[in-house]
């Protein structure tokens, strides 16, 4: 369900890809769960899961090598075929910014619109990204809310989706759970689960924090 008076994303004739940013470490549950959740309110055709080698926002201490995350991201989507992992930005200047993703993405693909799933409390922040008056200019948002985060009036073509799945899940929350050897099996999606067992395990964890 979205808000009254959402205007469209594109028009008719022109498929709408959505573009779910992040680190992914690891993909969970609850980022699938967001994306069928576009996916079946028909806002997009399909979504692109863009696997970031790293965010300018967040520092990269316990990130895992991005090859592993994009496996783990491949294996978690691939039995939803509107759904799939993108590399695009392992070929993009380091930090990786929205705004050189967009563009790049456009020029590959013309005849596609493309839109950004973003949640609740980045859309708070994303006057703060780099060239965010153009992102805003020329691409639409599919927001998706958090909880207890309020929602600005939209300052471009928006559709914010009002009951959306709010799984409490977290990649910080998966990759505890697996460094005090507790089961994720309900966190993460199940053909990804050995994956993410191998690759965060305690073992993997602690290497990576020494």
Do not use: Q
């Not at 507790?182 to 990576?208: K, Q, T």
């Amino acid at each position: 369900m979205m808000t009254p008076g959402t205007r469209p994303l594109a028009p008719a004739d022109r498929p709408v890809t959505g573009l779910f940013f992040g680190s992914f470490n690891p993909l969970h549950a609850g980022h699938v769960a967001i994306a069928r959740h576009v996916l079946d309110e028909g806002l997009c055709a399909e979504v692109w899961f863009v696997v970031s080698p790293h965010n300018p926002f967040k520092a990269g201490d316990d990130l895992l090598p991005v090859a592993e995350r994009l496996e783990i991201a491949r294996a978690a989507l691939a039995a939803d075929p509107r759904m799939r992992a993108c590399d695009v930005e392992l070929s993009l200047p380091i930090p990786s910014y929205t705004f050189t993703t967009l563009e790049h993405l456009s020029a590959l693909h013309p005849a596609r619109t493309f839109c950004l799933i973003l949640g609740g409390d980045n859309f708070l922040h994303i006057r703060e990204w780099w060239r965010a008056d153009e992102i805003l200019r020329r691409y639409p948002l599919v927001v998706y809310p958090r909880p207890g985060v309020p929602l600005p009036a939209p300052p471009c073509p928006v559709a914010i989706i009002t009951n959306a799945p709010l799984l409490p899940v977290s990649s910080t929350l998966v990759r505890e759970k697996l460094a005090r050897r507790e089961d994720v099996s309900a966190l993460v999606p199940p053909a990804a689960l050995p994956l993410v067992e191998r690759y965060y395990g305690p073992r993997e964890h602690e290497a990576m924090t020494n």
